[in-house]
């Protein structure tokens, strides 16, 4: 009896691991972004991801005034880099976005999911092949926790808050980075669709 089971056992084991090989190296697998994965690979991508998170996330510890952090701050580093992709309330991502697998999470729905330090390790580090970059190495603690901070509170915000926090920055403007000021002829933020929705000049005399 236990002889069979671990002969069956290794049967199986050794048929998934053929199977792996296979896709592997027959290349059949279509790694298009345009083409969903099927189920049981977006159901392997997502527990990998989130257990991923749960385990490298556990150590951080949460600053105690997390909750009375400065909104300012955080909504300004959201606005510039995040809602392009994410969007927010009141804002749609970005129609190049629809592109991306797998499409990126809405914050205002999706971050109540997560616990403070675990969106905070998301935000830090990034997730490998999703689009999402981490910038840890680009941005401050103090101001990865503000950004944190800010995107916990998404779900709980109104589009007339968003917009009134919009209003409320814009005179001041906002760089995240003394290095970007080499690139002020760069287009703004609110022309990215142009930017990617069009084919260049040249791409199009080809």
């Not at 298009?32 to 991801?49: G, R, S, V």
């Not at 981490?134 to 800010?150: C, R, S």
């Not at 001041?172 to 069009?198: I, N, Q, W």
Request: aromatic share 8%; glycine share 4%; proline share 8%.
């Amino acid at each position: 009896m236990i002889k069979t089971a671990v002969a069956t056992f290794l049967f199986l084991l050794a048929a998934a691991l053929g199977v792996l090989i296979y896709v592997m190296f027959s290349g059949v697998y279509n790694i298009a972004a345009t083409e969903p994965h099927n189920p049981l690979m977006k159901w392997a991508l997502h527990i990998t991801m989130k257990n991923s998170v749960e385990h490298h996330a556990k150590d951080i510890e949460t600053p105690a005034d997390f909750e009375e952090r400065e909104t300012a701050e955080g909504f300004a580093h959201f606005d510039e880099m995040c809602v392009a992709c994410h969007g927010a309330p009141g804002v749609e991502p970005l129609h190049f976005t629809r592109g991306l697998n797998p499409e990126p999470p809405d914050l205002a729905e999706k971050a109540k999911e997560w616990k403070p330090a675990q969106l905070h390790w998301i935000i830090a580090h990034g997730v490998s092949m999703s689009g999402m970059p981490g910038i840890i190495n680009a941005h401050a603690k103090q101001e990865i926790w503000n950004l944190t901070a800010f995107v916990a509170d998404l779900p709980d915000m109104t589009p007339q808050e968003y917009a009134r926090l919009r209003e409320q920055t814009k005179p001041s403007g906002h760089r995240h980075d003394p290095a970007e000021s080499a690139h002020d002829d760069a287009k703004p933020a609110d022309d990215l669709e142009d930017l990617f929705a069009a084919p260049h000049e040249a791409d199009r005399e080809r």
